[in-house]
């Protein structure tokens, strides 16, 4: 089976270390994925913004780029969404016929727990995680892709994490692409919520399968010096005993205060 | 739509008022979380719920795809039932039938049956001005009626106000309340004796409908107080407003519905009272009948394949109790009689999008997709959102001359992302701004339209290597 990564133009640019950490996962699953130099972004913000005839470019090149893998993993579920629900629906505001068959045969989109869990057929990944946790259940990929359960399983399994529910977690963390602009206030008012189930959650840790989300949620958690950081799953599944691969991580502060965390296996810094 | 909301501000404007009033806040966290739980109590109950929500779903499409058909039907078993049929194009024109019809009656008093229809077309400031007080007899609309206020809610239009602001209110306005206290069974006692009189005396009463059911020329009622079953059948004369999308074909049809909407909208598995009525009957209620059918903007809104669903809504009012945006800003936010989620599919399509409400009204949401989880209808609010957005972006294209800030902003990152080459020296860009910030990764103030941002949130830097400098480095 060929595998792509789609990388998701925000992880690329933003949050690389999500990107390393499915690759580093992934390889030690014995999954060899490609990354076809070609990609650049699924449309999703000119989509929901409502300049869909713009993007109707970005979705002719995902499906060229794309087009001759057996399936498409990506580490995103807004991005993944979009891609499974949207793209058709760009190809017909296009009106283009060539577009709307290339959607039509492009190969399946899996977000990456999709992936893990229904294609790999795993949820014990062999990662280390000695850290207080708690999952924010992104909307996009709980309520379009319904990815379900699946990321909690994959949690579960992961030795030495403190896994803890975090309160209303189903209620959306108010980021909404181009709404945490325009709506700045409203934007923030609900990200606030989110914050206080975080804190009261107690953990170290906010993990969650959008980089996106996790910005916006993030970045009150890092003004108001919380102390409670944000991870993609990615990170947390790639994590594990003798990370000496994931050091390509320096660099990234985030990443590299994870890896060292890692590293001091069984000390936790609680 | 009704002249009460003019001259609101744009969503963001009149959000931004709303969340910084602390009572409002607490009010509606409260009361939303409330019905919200009692909505999931009763729905999980039923194992046929989906079934009934793709039901509800296809009848309304079914019926309004051949709409034509079943007004007409309708308008001839009205008539044969001995009621009188007017169409309304307008909110204009209805509001003129109206007025005609009670003045007619040489009465100067009507008792309304709440209505969002008759809120719609602003029916009591228009009877208003001709001399003729209505009185709204749903215990919330009182509440919103005596404070001279607008209602926030569908359902419930004074969720925006707790009971010791309703005491309060009560107090001064309500003769009958005295010295009223708190407890909601005090409140209620109170404005059943300041309505029982309103309800002896008049001799015209003015309603809605929930349901039109063609076959038989019956309108549904469904209501828990039981001021909708006085005002439907103590008057000498009844005129009911109805939009033509409330018309459903056979009795059959109408069953589903009444499934759907109690436990979607007050979270019971059966309203308390559900009137019909049929024309007129002799010795039996009053003694005429008009039915104004309203269109202000529905054929319209029908001619749009995507948009149209948004006809299918049943006024249940589940989709703003679950919405995340609606909890934190309320109703008065969205500038219109619909508020929440529905309301921002729904007010731009009947007014359209030429003032500026409604353009902010598609973009007043995450996309978040928990209004669709519940709609027992399955309006699919988010497409309908995303479309609308579309709608204002095209519209906005064509009234300027020059393309907007936005518009220029979307159409550099089109040129950016339709070229890796030209996204990997984007990404170089952005990694000198990332090194600019140093090793603290984070980024306290950003300018231009990015403050929004960072008024309340840290950015994150960019990451001085991209991945896909990454993978060139270490996988070829």
Redesign the interface.
């Given at each position: 089976m060929r595998t792509a990564l789609f990388?998701t133009?925000f992880?690329?640019?933003?949050?690389?270390?999500t990107?390393?950490a499915v690759?580093t996962l992934l390889e030690r699953l014995g999954c060899t994925v490609d990354?076809p130099?070609?990609?650049?972004?699924c449309?999703q913000?000119?989509?929901?913004?409502?300049?869909?005839r713009?993007?109707v470019?970005?979705v002719r090149?995902f499906g060229e780029v794309f087009a001759d893998y057996d399936a498409v993993v990506a580490p995103s579920g807004s991005c993944a969404a979009m891609i499974r629900h949207h793209h058709k629906r760009v190809a017909e505001?296009a009106g283009d016929r060539e577009l709307q068959q290339a959607v039509r045969t492009a190969p399946p989109v899996y977000e990456l727990s999709e992936f893990l869990v229904d294609v790999l057929e795993v949820t014990d990944v062999g990662a280390y995680f000695p850290h207080r946790v708690t999952y924010h259940p992104t909307?996009?990929s709980s309520?379009?892709l319904g990815v379900g359960d699946r990321p909690l399983a994959l949690l579960r399994a992961v030795r030495g994490i403190d896994l803890v529910e975090l309160p209303d977690a189903?209620?959306?963390c108010?980021?909404?692409?181009?709404?945490?602009?325009?709506?700045?206030?409203?934007?923030?008012?609900?990200?606030a919520?989110k914050v206080r189930g975080v804190l009261e959650s107690r953990a170290e840790v906010l993990c969650a399968g959008d980089n996106s989300c996790l910005?916006?949620v993030?970045?009150?958690l890092?003004?108001l010096r919380t102390g409670v950081r944000t991870m993609h799953l990615a990170e947390i599944l790639a994590a594990g005993e003798h990370s000496a691969a994931q050091r390509?991580g320096a660099?990234?502060?985030?990443y590299a205060r994870v890896t060292d965390a890692a590293a001091t296996a069984g000390r936790s810094p609680r | 739509m009704s002249s009460a909301f003019l001259g609101m501000p744009p969503f963001p404007q009149a959000a931004r008022r709303a969340l910084a009033d602390t009572q409002l806040r607490r009010n509606l966290a409260g009361a939303t979380r409330t019905i919200r739980d009692k909505r999931a109590e009763v729905v999980r109950e039923l194992p046929d719920w989906e079934e009934l929500r793709e039901a509800g779903r296809a009848l309304k499409e079914r019926t309004l795809r051949h709409l034509d058909h079943y007004l007409l039907q309708l308008e001839e078993r009205v008539t044969a039932a001995g009621g009188q049929v007017h169409w309304a194009r307008d909110a204009a024109e209805a509001n003129r039938i109206v007025t005609r019809l009670v003045q007619e009656t040489g009465e100067h008093e009507v008792v309304k049956v709440k209505s969002m229809t008759t809120q719609e077309i602003g029916l009591n400031e228009a009877l208003g001005s001709a001399g003729i007080t209505a009185y709204e007899t749903d215990l919330a609309e009182l509440i919103v009626q005596l404070g001279e206020d607008l209602p926030s809610h569908i359902l419930v239009p004074a969720i925006h106000r707790n009971r010791a602001e309703i005491r309060d209110l009560f107090r001064r306005e309500m003769a009958e309340a005295g010295e009223v206290g708190d407890e909601p069974a005090e409140l209620a006692e109170a404005a059943r004796r300041h309505l029982r009189r309103k309800f002896l005396r008049a001799k015209v009463g003015i309603s809605g409908a929930n349901f039109l059911v063609a076959e038989t020329g019956t309108a549904v009622v469904v209501e828990s107080e039981g001021n909708g079953r006085m005002c439907l059948t103590l008057p000498e004369t009844l005129i009911s407003v109805v939009g033509i999308e409330k018309v459903v074909p056979t009795w059959q049809d109408l069953e589903v519905y009444l499934q759907l909407l109690p436990r979607s909208s007050t979270g019971e598995r059966m309203n308390p009272y559900t009137s019909t009525w049929t024309g007129i009957e002799d010795g039996d209620g009053p003694r005429s009948f008009h039915l104004v059918l309203l269109d202000a903007g529905r054929s319209d809104t029908l001619a749009d394949p995507i948009g149209r669903q948004a006809l299918n809504c049943i006024r249940c009012s589940a989709c703003l109790n679950v919405c995340p945006v609606y909890e934190r800003t309320g109703g008065h936010a969205y500038g219109s009689v619909y508020p929440g989620p529905i309301g921002a599919v729904l007010s731009p399509q009947l007014r359209g999008t030429g003032g500026a409400v409604d353009r902010s009204l598609p973009f007043a949401s995450t996309l978040c997709g928990a209004c669709y989880e519940v709609c027992p209808v399955k309006i699919d609010i988010p497409e309908v959102l995303v479309h609308l957005r579309a709608r204002v972006v095209e519209e906005t294209g064509e009234r300027r001359r020059t393309p907007s800030p936005e518009a220029l902003a979307m159409r550099a990152a089109r040129w950016v992302f339709s070229s890796p080459a030209r996204l990997a020296a984007a990404q170089r860009v952005a990694a000198l701004g990332g090194r600019a910030v140093g090793s603290r990764g984070r980024v306290g103030r950003l300018p231009g339209p990015l403050a929004g941002w960072t008024d309340a949130r840290d950015a994150p830097a960019p990451a001085r290597e991209s991945f896909r400098q990454w993978w060139k480095r270490t996988h070829r």
């Open positions: 990388i133009c992880n690329d640019t933003m949050r690389p270390a990107g390393r690759v990354f130099l070609g990609q650049t972004c449309g913000m000119h989509f929901n913004t409502g300049y869909q713009d993007c470019p970005l090149r505001v909307c996009h309520r379009m189903a209620q959306c108010g980021f909404g692409g181009t709404f945490a602009l325009k709506n700045s206030d409203t934007s923030v008012a609900m990200g919520d910005m916006h993030g970045g009150l890092s003004r390509v660099g990234d502060p985030q | -």
